[in-house]
Every structure is written in structure tokens, then in C-alpha cells.
């Protein structure tokens, strides 16, 4: 009976659920046993996995996460398998084990991750937090195309996008994620830090409007007087009028220029 391995896998999963774990690994066994090569056996490797991680014995546990992993034709149930690898390998510490499997899993089914969306926007803060910028960014890229801007997950990703990009160093992709989320949210939850973490971009872009660029840079200075940003706007605004052979300019910066020393 072909819904026989489906009532055992059922019965056996609410056994684990009760705390039944023998009568539980029982049941697993048996349909690994009984009936090889299906769906309802690679399932069952999983959720056998589980059971075991959770009572202890990690090492059996990721053996048979493994085992299903790379015996099952079925990408759903690979992916399953895979994620739970790369779940028990960062709670082990083991980030780049970690970030390998989620890799995998994403190149070769990402809409496996991006169908819960909530799961997939923790997935991606968790990997940034780990400084794995490249797929974190990745997910939260092809996260966003699935949500409208009334959606509640819109606006904190599209502000950890921008925070990303730039703790990654593509300034470049920064200054535009920033500028977008300013352009839609300019009184938004995170407006104020990403208003000020877009004067820091202004130190790492190259503005092709030399002009336009020391004009914000005499905002800042003004605006972040006596602080370090305001230094930094200052030798980057040297740097300019040097650039531009406006040496004058620069002789009129003296008292500041001897104050940075200070």
C-alpha cells in the first residue's frame, strides 16, 4: 500500500512530538528499512536526525541528514537535508561548513528559502552577521522583488541592504540602496542612521562632479563640526582642492588644516 510509508512517517513524527523517542526511532527505522529509495524513507532520515540531534547524539544525526542528502533525486528533500547540515554546522560554530550548504541549497533552489519569506530575511541577517555580505545581499536582493513596499519586512530590508552593501565595501551600490530608501522612506524607521551613513559613503565614492562633490563635504563639515567625520570631510576636501591646482583655497585652510594636528 503506497500510503502506508505516509501513515508511518505520520505516526512516528507525532511520537517524537509526545516524547515517545524509541517508539519514535522504531517507526523511522522501519520505513527506511521497509521502503528504501522513497520519498517517505529520505523524510524519515531527516526527521530521524532530529529526533537524535535534539537527544544528543549530533554525530548519528548528521550522518543520516548525509545520507538522505545525497541518496534523494528529490531537490525538496535535498534542500531540506542540506539546510538542517547547515543549521547543526553554525550552531556548531562552523560557519564556513555552514555557509557552504546554504550556499548550495541557494544556487541550486533558492525559491526553497524565499517561499517563507520571514525565514529567508532572518537567513540573510544571520549570514551578515556572520560578514557572509555576498549571499546574505543575494537573498535580500531576490527577497525584495517579492514584497510590496506596504509589506512589514520592505522597509528594514531594503535598510539592511544598505547597510550591507557598505560594511562589504561596495560603496558604490550602498550610495545607491541608500538614496532608494531615503527616496521612499525620507521619514522612515531607519531614515536617521542611513541619512548619516550616507555622508560616510560621500568619503569612499568618487563623485564625477567635483563640484557638487565639496559642496557636500562643506555640509558635513558644518554639520559634524569638532567630530571625526568632520576631519575626515576636511583632508578629503584638501585632497580635491589639490586636485583641482586650487592652492589658494587650500592657503585659506590653514587654521583648520593646523587644528587636525591638534
Do not use: C
Not at 531540506?80 to 564556513?96: E, F, N, P, V
Not at 544556487?107 to 526553497?112: D, H, P, R, V, Y
Not at 528559502?113 to 556572520?130: G, M, N, V, W
Not at 586650487?246 to 587636525?260: A, D, F, T
Amino acid at each position: 500500500n503506497e500510503n502506508l510509508p505516509k501513515v508511518l512517517l505520520l505516526i512516528a513524527k507525532n511520537y517524537t512530538k509526545l516524547g515517545f523517542m524509541s517508539d519514535a526511532s522504531y517507526f523511522y527505522q522501519r520505513i527506511i528499512t521497509e521502503y528504501p529509495n522513497t520519498k517517505e524513507a529520505y523524510l524519515a532520515m531527516i526527521y530521524w536526525g532530529d529526533q537524535l540531534y535534539i537527544t544528543g547524539e549530533s554525530k548519528k544525526a548528521l550522518e543520516l541528514y548525509k545520507k538522505a542528502l545525497y541518496s534523494t533525486k528529490d531537490i525538496n528533500i535535498a534542500s531540506l537535508a542540506a539546510m538542517r547540515l547547515a543549521q547543526r554546522y553554525m550552531d556548531k560554530g562552523d560557519i564556513k561548513t555552514a555557509f557552504e550548504y546554504y550556499k548550495k541549497v541557494y544556487q541550486a533552489n533558492k525559491e526553497f528559502i524565499l517561499k517563507d519569506k520571514r525565514k529567508a530575511y532572518e537567513l540573510a541577517k544571520t549570514l551578515a552577521s556572520h560578514q557572509l555580505y555576498s549571499l546574505a545581499i543575494q537573498i535580500g536582493e531576490d527577497l525584495l522583488k517579492k514584497l510590496k513596499k506596504l509589506d512589514d519586512l520592505y522597509e528594514p530590508l531594503m535598510y539592511h541592504l544598505a547597510l550591507w552593501e557598505y560594511d562589504s565595501g561596495n560603496y558604490e551600490k550602498a550610495s545607491y540602496r541608500i538614496n532608494r530608501y531615503l527616496n521612499e522612506f525620507p521619514y522612515g524607521d531607519y531614515s536617521d542612521q542611513l541619512y548619516s551613513l550616507r555622508d560616510k559613503v560621500l568619503f569612499e565614492v568618487n563623485d564625477k562632479n567635483i563640484t557638487q562633490q565639496l559642496e557636500k563635504i562643506d555640509e558635513i563639515i558644518k554639520k559634524y563640526k569638532g567630530q571625526d567625520i568632520a576631519n575626515r570631510a576636511l583632508v578629503k576636501k584638501i585632497k580635491l582642492l589639490e586636485k583641482l591646482k586650487k592652492y589658494e583655497e587650500i592657503l585659506k585652510l590653514k587654521k583648520e588644516i593646523m587644528n587636525l594636528n591638534n
